[in-house]
T-cell receptor, first 110, second 115 residues
Framework: TQLLEQSPQFLSIQEGENLTVYCNSS?????LQWYRQEPGEGPVLLVT?????EVKKLKRLTFQFGDARKDSSLHITAAQPGDTGLYLC??????????FGQGTTLQVKP | NAGVMQNPRHLVRRRGQEARLRCSPM?????VYWYRQLPEEGLKFMVY????????ESGMPKERFSAEFPKEGPSILRIQQVVRGDSAAYFC?????????????FGPGTRLTVT
């Protein structure tokens, strides 16, 4: 059974600080996706990483896929209150279904 | 360019009734996935469908739950004889036929409450 361990589960920081969220597994994934979910809404796709070692940047967000395609990280630089939300990583199996981590609830205080 | 649409957004059913959840994928997408998010839990895969075919139903409960994606019309997730434990948010996602990276785009979800 493929599992994704996401950490930390909760993170409360001050505006301007940096943070990193980790997503780890013992399984290899075809690709890994990061989503952000607001209360009462569906997950919104932020990025997809496919190649081992791949790094993608989205403004102040940096996403990395591990060389072995088993883990990933999300780094936010100079966090803003607007970054507050639930961040989810999800690994794609060969059949296409997504295996989700438990999520990281981020609170950025002004 | 409409995204994935789900209706109803909120559904209240009494125990023993049937719940029907609908999902219209993004234009041009022929792959549909259903996920369930229980309170205080993560998203769990339920079923993967293409037009008129169930590809992977490994996450579906064995009884009372069924899904279809007909040639015409939306995908339907059907829950018969609902119980309180079925209360959850149900999300549908779609992906393009030719997507090599399996990107999935989610709808806003249907929040089912069983009373």
């Amino acid at each position: 059974t493929q599992l994704l361990e996401q950490s930390p589960q909760f993170l409360s920081i001050q505006e301007g600080e940096n943070l990193t969220v980790y997503c780890n597994s013992s399984s290899v994934f075809s690709s890994l996706q990061w989503y952000r979910q607001e209360p009462g809404e569906g997950p919104v796709l932020l990025v997809t990483v496919v190649t081992g070692g791949e790094v993608k940047k989205l403004k102040r967000l940096t996403f990395q896929f591990g060389d072995a395609r088993k883990d990933s990280s999300l780094h936010i630089t100079a966090a803003q209150p607007g970054d507050t939300g639930l961040y989810l990583c999800a690994g794609s199996s060969n059949t296409g279904k997504l295996i989700f981590g438990q999520g990281t609830t981020l609170q950025v205080k002004p | 360019n409409a995204g994935v649409m789900q209706n109803p957004r909120h559904l209240v059913r009494r125990r023993g009734q049937e719940a029907r959840l609908r999902c219209s994928p993004m234009k041009g997408h022929s792959h549909v996935y259903w996920y369930r998010q229980l309170p205080e839990e993560g998203l769990k895969f339920m079923v993967y469908l293409q037009k008129e075919n169930i590809i992977d139903e490994s996450g579906m409960p064995k009884e009372r739950f069924s899904a279809e994606f007909p040639k015409e019309g939306p995908s339907i997730l059907r829950i018969q004889q609902v119980v309180r434990g079925d209360s959850a948010a149900y999300f549908c996602a779609s992906s393009p036929r030719s997507s090599a990276s399996y990107e999935q785009y989610f709808g806003p979800g249907t929040r089912l409450t069983v009373t």
